[in-house]
């Protein structure tokens, strides 16, 4: 059985719900607090045993490149002036094992994945998308990983939402739980009105797959809102070798959407060492403020 050691990470969307922010610059560069949600997703893969990382960028390449490549200059400063603690900061994201490939024109996420298909070969690998946070004790990305030890099958995350919110996301039709929290699929369908909807259950950003998806990715179709749809392959997959779904009980936050990113800005400030304090002070002094103007 070949490890899986290779990730993903596409970031080149055009960032359209986070416009102005995104007209010059990736979402994928939005920081939660202090810190690039991409470096966040980088953490997951580093922290999940992966290896090589292919990053697809597009229009706003330049940013991303340079936050994981060493900044000499800003290092000789922090060294002159005894930062140590921030050239830490600084320096711990040179040491990853980056790779970046251009997707010149935003196809869509599939059409994003098919970029990667030298770089992949002919082994299993993992897609995680540049703007959905995962928390959890074992990443999601490992728990895919160990999932595949078992099955040696593509396995995609997928985690309960809304039923009137299926419209937003690639659905499951379950077929039968194999084990705890693991599903073989009927089919995948990619945004199904509610009424149409098979389920619930809506495949979140992280995905586990066989090397056999580039050869239907290449002469995939476009699908819903005219893109090349990564959950459209998985489905044309899923019918000449096995796909399961694993459902992720722990916590994720769409930083690509407004209201996703700033909750995930509050949770993670609650953890911050150096903020924490003082922003949940805040919290509870707006909270009283609000609640006081509803009284009136
Ligand atoms: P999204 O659909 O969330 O990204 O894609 P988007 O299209 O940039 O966002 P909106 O809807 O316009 O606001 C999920 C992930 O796939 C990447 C995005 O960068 C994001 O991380 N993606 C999407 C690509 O790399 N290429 C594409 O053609 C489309």
């Known amino acids: 059985m070949k490890k899986v050691r290779k990730a993903i990470i596409p970031a080149a969307g055009l960032g359209t719900r986070f416009l102005p922010a995104t007209k010059a610059m990736a979402k994928e560069m939005l920081p939660i607090v202090d810190k690039p949600t991409i470096q966040f997703i980088v953490e997951e893969a580093l922290a999940s045993g992966i290896e090589d990382i292919l990053i697809v960028t597009g229009k706003a390449k330049r940013p991303i490149e340079d936050h994981f490549d060493a900044n000499i200059e800003l290092e000789q400063n922090l060294k002159a002036k005894g930062k140590s603690d921030l050239l830490a900061l600084v320096e711990e994201t040179t040491n990853v094992n980056l790779h970046f490939i251009r997707q010149s024109h935003p196809k869509g996420l599939g059409h994003a994945v098919l970029q990667a298909k030298v770089f992949v070969g002919n082994e299993p690998f993992v897609v995680m998308l540049g703007d959905d946070l995962m928390y959890d004790s074992t990443p999601l990305t490992k728990q895919l990983m160990d999932h595949y030890e078992d099955t040696h099958a593509s396995t995609i995350a997928v985690m309960e939402v809304p039923h009137e919110e299926t419209n937003k996301y690639g659905i499951i039709a379950p077929e039968e739980e194999v084990k705890s929290g693991l599903y073989s699929v009927k089919n995948f369908v990619e945004k199904p009105k509610p009424a149409e909807a098979p389920s619930n259950l809506a495949i979140i950003g992280r995905y586990l797959l066989t090397p056999e998806i580039f050869s239907i990715l290449e002469n995939q179709a476009p699908g819903a809102g005219g893109e090349i749809q990564l959950t459209d392959a998985i489905d044309t997959?899923?019918?000449?070798?096995?796909?399961?779904?694993?459902?992720?009980?722990?916590?994720r936050f769409d930083v690509g959407d407004k209201f996703g990113f700033l909750k995930t800005s509050i949770q993670y400030g609650l953890t911050h060492p150096e903020v924490k304090d003082s922003l949940k002070d805040y919290i509870i002094e707006l909270g009283k403020e609000l609640e006081a103007t509803n009284e009136k």
């Open 237 to 251: 997959l899923n019918q000449t070798q096995r796909v399961f779904a694993h459902q992720f009980k722990g916590q």
